[in-house]
């Protein structure tokens, strides 16, 4: 509404004004009480449960300043989705007042995520004597814990895990002054009145020497001389040890996690451009509130040990989210490993009790604080990819955010999400609410997880699913788990159109589109693996228009472990007995035992399992260069050959090497002989391994172009996790860009399985809206 120019002096005007969006939980209240207080207007402000409801009158001029900074000048944490500004009769109010909340019916999301420390907050945890000097729980509005510690809405102190701890007079003044940084931050805590710390040895006794103030100088001097600590920290536990490499050693050898690389966390943007090249996009993603763990490109010379990223150029990076790891960094030390504690396929642990129980063997030192956890929530990992943003996990600092898929469902809509690295997602009208990460399902524990956190969220809404998409995988218990669930509808969505869908939805796309979708492993229509797919259509419905040709996964479980036995299986599609032959060369004598079976597996086609994968493929090529035989985590044959690639700046190989596009298939096996052929002419492996990565973005661009003739195509969305690979996202992206193609890239969630979640939630909710019957899968069965 625009106001009248040339209004009388004197003459009042008053507005009531509905403002959604992040508005609770981050200053919100106070910044606009100092604002009308400046301008000496009146009225009042206060929180709902769908937003924030404001008052203001006065004269035009000022009441029109104070509009244009409200929204020019938000609190760093606050974001404005929605604002109506309604004219009505002033009231004559005689001041501006905050005046307190009242629940309302229609929830939106409103729980803020966890935000890292302010600089004024850590400025304090240094400064003696403020009361706050040293204290890890301090914070304010601007800061601190809110998505793990709220219960329920509307958000107050009584509905977090900060409701046992009674402020004392100090806080609570603080808390009430409306021009004080703390007022109304909710988790406010002082060293008198909030929660501590305690330090434990293995039987949960505390230890002496560590009580009081002195757990930080404890601590810093454990870790100087190798002791592994357990730290209870925002989200759930880590593990943290010092860089040396024998220290490293045990800690791999406790956790039984031998090559998977380990997260750092350094004590400021100094100490990380000590051991990193830092790009002024992935500065600006370590200092962010969320303060993700960003992948970062070692230095040379790093003095990073390689037992922390063993064979990898990058490393994950954070800087102290909370005060806690603020001082923990504070001591002779800048940097430390910290990693997720979580035993193997288990959510990551939050309570004490379940830290000294799963964690007896591994930590020597348990830094525990009795300020619960409600929900957990593991790190963020990111890493800036063509320029931008590339989410690995979607976790803390993000959720609960919302994603607005470019459409309104009129339901409420849940995905159920993939069986690794899930994430779920709940989608009603613009927003898509995706999960923390929920990580490996098919545990009693994992299941648990998910059914809290569904339950936390479907509660905080107020939003009952109504339709369900879920996976059709027939061994995903989380899909046994959402077929269980009470719902008018549900819906069957293939493994690799929620991924295209899940990149459509994300970029706001309603029309169709190409899908080059590479990944690991998803069900395929015809109960083969797919994992390389060419789609076209769009949220309702997709056609597959190419496709790897399938190759034998030998032993199937035992091909994705083992990456020489799909690299055997390939050689023999290429080149029959004189392949085997060849594979026999390479790996019969180093895994004898096993070569026997192997071969009568893969002539006789035993035990086998038809595979488009992706991910095999990169397996494959991995091991046939001699880089990784065993899998000893998801990708890591696939990582570890990509990171050949980022030691330099990306420049095309030589030229690609052969494949084949017929019918409906492309086949790479002619890739396998002529690296062969490469490697007997010694070519360096980094050289076969660009020539191989040109080649896959050759294939895909072609088949696009392909695909875009025949259906009139222009656009070309890219999911799957094989994307997280910089070079073929790189290669692939400038050849779409050549051909014209609009490319939709996944920058709001993770391209692979944890962003899965989102596209099945948008197919079910559009295959409801048209009427179409079943599911995907029955739609679809083919021979
Ligand atoms: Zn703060
Ligand atoms: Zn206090
Ligand atoms: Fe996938």
Same mark, same amino acid.
């Given at each position: 509404?625009?106001?009248?120019?040339?209004?009388?002096?004197?003459?009042?005007?008053?507005?009531?004004?509905?403002?959604?969006?992040?508005?609770? &939980?981050?200053?919100?209240?106070?910044?606009?009480?100092?604002?009308?207080?400046?301008?000496?207007?009146?009225?009042?402000?206060?929180?709902?449960? $769908?937003?924030?409801?404001?008052?203001?009158?006065?004269?035009?001029?000022?009441?029109?300043?104070?509009?244009? !900074?409200?929204?020019?000048?938000?609190?760093?944490?606050?974001?404005?989705?929605?604002?109506?500004?309604?004219?009505?009769?002033?009231?004559?109010?005689?001041?501006?007042?905050?005046?307190?909340?009242?629940?309302?019916? $229609?929830?939106?999301?409103?729980?803020?995520?966890?935000?890292?420390?302010?600089?004024?907050?850590?400025?304090?945890? =240094?400064?003696?004597?403020?009361?706050?000097?040293?204290?890890?729980?301090?914070?304010?509005?601007?800061?601190?814990?809110?998505?793990?510690?709220?219960?329920?809405?509307?958000?107050?102190?009584?509905?977090?895990?900060?409701?046992?701890?009674?402020?004392?007079?100090?806080?609570?003044?603080?808390?009430?002054?409306?021009?004080?940084?703390?007022?109304?931050?909710?988790?406010?805590?002082?060293?008198?009145?909030?929660?501590?710390?305690?330090?434990?040895?293995?039987?949960?006794?505390?230890?002496?020497?560590?009580?009081?103030?002195?757990?930080?100088?404890?601590?810093?001097?454990?870790?100087?001389? &190798?002791?592994?600590?357990?730290?209870?920290?925002?989200?759930?536990? #880590?593990?943290?040890?010092?860089?040396?490499?024998?220290?490293?050693?045990?800690?791999?050898?406790?956790?039984?996690?031998?090559?998977?690389?380990?997260?750092?966390?350094?004590?400021?943007?100094?100490?990380?451009?000590?051991?990193?090249?830092?790009?002024?996009?992935?500065?600006?993603?370590?200092?962010?509130?969320?303060?993700?763990?960003?992948?970062?490109?070692?230095?040379?010379?790093?003095?990073?040990?390689?037992?922390?990223?063993?064979?990898?150029?990058?490393?994950?990076?954070?800087?102290?989210?909370?005060?806690?790891?603020?001082?923990?960094?504070?001591?002779?030390?800048?940097?430390?490993?910290?990693?997720?504690?979580?035993?193997?396929?288990?959510?990551?642990?939050?309570?004490?009790?379940?830290?000294?129980?799963?964690?007896?063997?591994?930590?020597?030192?348990?830094?525990?604080?009795?300020?619960?956890?409600?929900?957990?929530?593991?790190?963020?990992?990111?890493?800036?990819?063509?320029?931008?943003?590339?989410?690995?996990?979607?976790?803390?600092?993000?959720?609960?955010?919302?994603?607005?898929?470019?459409?309104?469902?009129?339901?409420?809509?849940?995905?159920?999400?993939?069986?690794?690295?899930?994430?779920?997602?709940?989608?009603?009208?613009?927003?898509?609410? =995706?999960?923390?990460?929920?990580?490996?399902?098919?545990?009693?524990?994992?299941?648990?997880?998910?059914?809290?956190?569904?339950?936390?969220?479907?509660?905080?809404?107020?939003?009952?699913?109504?339709?369900?998409?879920?996976?059709?995988?027939?061994?995903?218990?989380?899909?046994?788990?959402?077929?269980?669930?009470?719902?008018?509808?549900?819906?069957?969505?293939?493994?690799?159109?929620?991924?295209?869908?899940?990149?459509?939805?994300?970029?706001?796309?309603?029309?169709?589109?190409?899908?080059?979708?590479?990944?690991?492993?998803?069900? &395929?229509?015809?109960?083969?693996?797919?994992?390389?797919?060419?789609?076209?259509?769009?949220?309702? $419905?997709?056609?597959?228009?190419? #496709?790897?040709?399938?190759?034998?996964?030998?032993?199937?479980?035992?091909?994705?472990?083992?990456?020489?036995?799909?690299?055997?299986?390939?050689?023999?599609?290429?080149?029959?007995?004189?392949?085997?032959?060849?594979?026999?060369?390479?790996?019969?004598?180093?895994?004898?035992?096993?070569?026997?079976?192997?071969?009568?597996?893969?002539?006789?086609? !035993? #035990?086998?399992?038809?595979?488009?994968?992706?991910?095999?493929?990169?397996?494959?090529?991995?091991?046939?260069?001699?880089?990784? %035989?065993?899998?000893?985590?998801?990708?890591?044959?696939?990582?570890?050959?990509?990171?050949?690639?980022?030691?330099?700046?990306?420049?095309?190989?030589?030229?690609?090497?052969?494949?084949?596009?017929?019918?409906?298939?492309?086949?790479?096996?002619?890739?396998?002989?002529?690296?062969?052929?490469?490697?007997?002419?010694?070519?360096?492996?980094?050289?076969?391994?660009?020539?191989?990565?040109?080649?896959?973005?050759?294939?895909?661009?072609?088949?696009?172009? !392909?695909?875009?003739?025949?259906?009139?195509?222009?656009?070309?969305?890219?999911?799957?996790?094989?994307?997280?690979?910089?070079?073929?996202?790189?290669?692939?992206?400038?050849?779409?860009? %050549?051909?014209?193609?609009?490319? =939709?890239?996944?920058?709001?969630?993770?391209?692979? $399985?944890?962003?899965?979640?989102?596209?099945?939630?948008?197919?079910?909710?559009? !295959?409801?809206?048209?009427?179409?019957?079943?599911?995907?899968?029955?739609?679809?069965?083919?021979?």
């Amino acid at each position: 509404m625009v106001p009248v120019a040339g209004r009388a002096e004197g003459e009042k005007v008053s507005y009531e004004v509905k403002i959604k969006g992040i508005v609770q &939980g981050v200053g919100f209240r106070p910044f606009l009480y100092r604002l009308a207080r400046q301008y000496n207007l009146s009225g009042w402000v206060r929180n709902g449960s $769908d937003g924030v409801l404001l008052v203001v009158e006065g004269d035009n001029a000022p009441v029109e300043a104070f509009f244009r !900074r409200l929204t020019g000048e938000l609190p760093r944490q606050a974001s404005i989705r929605y604002l109506k500004k309604k004219k009505v009769p002033p009231s004559g109010f005689a001041s501006f007042e905050i005046i307190l909340s009242e629940g309302q019916a $229609d929830r939106e999301p409103l729980i803020p995520p966890d935000l890292a420390a302010c600089p004024e907050c850590m400025q304090e945890v =240094l400064s003696f004597p403020d009361r706050h000097y040293r204290y890890p729980f301090t914070n304010c509005t601007q800061c601190g814990p809110r998505f793990t510690i709220i219960h329920d809405l509307p958000y107050d102190r009584s509905r977090t895990t900060m409701a046992a701890f009674a402020p004392c007079l100090h806080c609570a003044s603080e808390y009430r002054n409306p021009v004080d940084r703390r007022f109304h931050a909710q988790p406010v805590a002082c060293p008198s009145c909030g929660p501590s710390i305690t330090v434990t040895g293995p039987e949960g006794r505390p230890v002496t020497a560590a009580s009081g103030d002195a757990w930080l100088p404890f601590f810093w001097e454990q870790m100087e001389s &190798g002791q592994i600590f357990a730290v209870k920290g925002l989200g759930g536990f #880590h593990l943290a040890c010092n860089l040396d490499q024998e220290v490293i050693a045990r800690l791999r050898e406790r956790k039984s996690r031998p090559w998977k690389p380990l997260a750092v966390m350094c004590r400021d943007m100094e100490a990380v451009r000590r051991y990193c090249r830092v790009s002024k996009r992935e500065a600006e993603l370590l200092l962010s509130p969320a303060a993700p763990i960003v992948l970062l490109n070692l230095k040379r010379k790093s003095g990073i040990p390689p037992g922390v990223n063993p064979n990898l150029a990058s490393l994950g990076v954070m800087l102290p989210y909370t005060p806690l790891h603020f001082l923990l960094l504070q001591g002779p030390f800048d940097c430390m490993v910290l990693t997720s504690a979580n035993p193997a396929d288990l959510p990551v642990i939050k309570d004490n009790g379940e830290a000294l129980e799963e964690l007896r063997g591994v930590a020597d030192y348990f830094l525990l604080h009795n300020r619960d956890i409600h929900q957990r929530c593991d790190d963020s990992v990111v890493k800036a990819a063509a320029g931008k943003t590339q989410f690995i996990r979607r976790s803390r600092g993000y959720v609960p955010g919302t994603v607005d898929p470019g459409f309104s469902a009129g339901t409420v809509v849940l995905g159920s999400g993939a069986e690794m690295k899930n994430t779920f997602c709940l989608l009603y009208r613009n927003q898509a609410l =995706l999960s923390q990460h929920q990580g490996e399902m098919g545990t009693l524990e994992a299941e648990k997880f998910y059914r809290d956190s569904l339950g936390h969220f479907t509660g905080f809404l107020g939003w009952r699913p109504e339709i369900i998409g879920y996976d059709p995988h027939p061994s995903y218990t989380v899909s046994a788990l959402a077929r269980s669930l009470p719902a008018r509808e549900k819906y069957a969505v293939q493994h690799h159109h929620a991924h295209f869908a899940s990149c459509l939805a994300e970029n706001r796309f309603r029309g169709e589109a190409i899908g080059l979708i590479l990944d690991g492993t998803g069900y &395929g229509l015809d109960g083969n693996i797919w994992g390389f797919e060419v789609l076209a259509g769009n949220f309702q $419905d997709f056609t597959r228009e190419y #496709h790897q040709r399938y190759v034998p996964l030998p032993g199937g479980e035992a091909a994705v472990r083992h990456p020489w036995r799909t690299a055997a299986s390939y050689l023999y599609q290429s080149l029959g007995e004189e392949g085997l032959a060849r594979a026999e060369e390479l790996f019969g004598r180093r895994f004898s035992r096993e070569w026997d079976i192997l071969r009568r597996e893969i002539v006789q086609q !035993r #035990h086998s399992v038809p595979a488009s994968s992706c991910g095999r493929l990169f397996d494959a090529v991995s091991s046939l260069l001699g880089l990784c %035989q065993e899998n000893s985590y998801e990708g890591q044959a696939a990582v570890e050959l990509s990171a050949l690639l980022e030691k330099e700046p990306f420049r095309a190989g030589p030229e690609a090497y052969p494949f084949v596009m017929e019918k409906d298939w492309i086949d790479f096996s002619p890739v396998f002989p002529a690296i062969l052929d490469d490697l007997k002419r010694k070519t360096a492996a980094d050289r076969a391994a660009r020539r191989f990565h040109d080649t896959v973005a050759e294939a895909l661009v072609e088949a696009a172009a !392909r695909v875009a003739a025949r259906r009139g195509l222009s656009t070309v969305a890219l999911s799957g996790g094989a994307w997280h690979n910089p070079y073929l996202l790189h290669r692939t992206c400038l050849g779409l860009r %050549q051909k014209s193609f609009k490319v =939709l890239l996944h920058r709001l969630v993770p391209p692979g $399985d944890g962003g899965l979640s989102l596209g099945q939630a948008a197919v079910a909710y559009w !295959r409801w809206k048209g009427n179409v019957p079943g599911s995907t899968h029955e739609n679809h069965s083919q021979g």
